[in-house]
C-alpha cells in the first residue's frame, strides 16, 4: 500500500486531456514537500517530467502540466498521442516515514 | 551528455550482499554539486527509492532498508556503488542508478541509468 495513492490506469483517447491524482497526506504533500513526475515506458528507464510541483524539465513538452493543492497534486495531459501510453508515478518525501516516497503508478492507456 | 551505467552480477545468492557500481560519463561526480542515488523497481511493482549520496560521502538512506544498504562514492573512477546485504528474493528487482535534479534535492531523479535486473535465488 503506497503512501501516496494514484488510480491504478487512466485513459483517454488521442488529443484529449487526462488528469492522474496523488493523494497524500499532512506528512508528505500536505506538508510542503515537492512534488516529481515521473513518465515510465515499458524497457526504458523512468523519464523526470516534473519537478518542484509544476516546472517542467528542459525537453518536456507543454502538453504536461503539474499542480498541487493541499494534500494532493495532479499530472494533466493534454492532446493525448498515443506515444504518451505509460505508467505514471508521483513522488514526494514523508516526514513520518523519514524517506521519499512513490505512488503507486497509474498506466494511461491511449484509446 | 551525462550517461550512467549499472554494473555487477545480475545473479545473487539469498543471504549474499548484492553489489552494483554505477559509472558516470558526461561530468564529474566530484566537481558536480548533485546527489548520486539508487532506485528499484520489482518485477510487476512500483519504483521503491534506496538512497542517495552526495560527493563529500554524505548519504541518505531509505529507513525500511538502511540496516542493510552501504552506498559509497569513488571519485577517482567517477562512480558510485550500492551494496545491499542479506538479500532475498523479495530484493529481485531492476536497479537504476541516477542523477538527482539539483543540489538541494537529494531524492529527485534527473538522470537514470538504463537499469540491471538483478535476481536473487539460489
Known amino acids: 500500500q503506497s503512501v501516496l495513492t494514484q488510480p491504478p490506469s487512466v485513459s483517454g483517447a488521442p488529443g484529449q486531456r487526462v488528469t492522474i491524482s496523488c493523494t497524500g497526506s499532512t506528512s508528505n504533500i500536505g506538508a510542503d514537500y515537492d512534488v516529481h513526475w515521473y513518465q515510465h515506458l515499458p524497457g526504458t528507464p523512468p523519464k523526470f517530467l516534473i519537478y518542484?510541483?509544476?516546472n517542467r524539465p528542459s525537453g518536456v513538452p507543454d502538453r504536461f502540466s503539474g499542480s498541487k493543492s493541499g494534500t494532493s497534486a495532479s499530472l494533466a495531459i493534454t492532446g493525448l498521442q498515443a506515444e504518451d501510453e505509460a505508467d505514471y508515478y508521483c513522488q514526494s518525501y514523508d516526514n513520518s516515514l523519514g524517506a521519499p516516497v512513490f505512488g503507486g503508478g497509474t498506466k494511461l492507456t491511449v484509446l | 551528455q551525462l550517461q550512467l551505467q549499472e554494473s555487477g552480477p545480475r545473479l545473487v545468492k539469498p543471504s549474499e550482499t548484492l553489489s552494483l557500481t554505477c559509472a558516470v560519463s558526461?561530468?564529474?561526480?566530484?566537481?558536480?554539486?548533485?546527489?548520486w542515488g539508487w532506485i528499484r523497481q520489482p518485477p510487476g511493482k512500483g519504483l521503491e527509492w534506496i538512497g542517495s549520496?552526495?560527493?563529500?560521502?554524505?548519504?541518505y538512506y531509505n529507513p525500511s532498508l538502511k540496516s542493510r544498504v552501504t552506498l559509497s562514492v569513488d571519485t577517482s573512477r567517477n562512480q558510485f556503488s550500492l551494496k545491499l546485504s542479506s538479500v532475498t528474493a523479495a530484493d529481485t528487482a531492476v536497479y537504476y542508478c541516477?542523477?538527482?535534479?539539483?543540489?538541494?534535492?537529494?531524492?529527485?531523479?534527473?538522470?537514470w541509468g538504463q537499469g540491471t535486473l538483478v535476481t536473487v535465488s539460489s
Open positions: 541516477t542523477k538527482s535534479f539539483s543540489d538541494y534535492d537529494f531524492w529527485s531523479a534527473l538522470n
Open positions: 558526461g561530468a564529474s561526480i566530484s566537481r558536480s554539486y548533485y546527489y
Open positions: 549520496i552526495f560527493n563529500n560521502g554524505a548519504t
Open positions: 518542484g510541483n509544476s
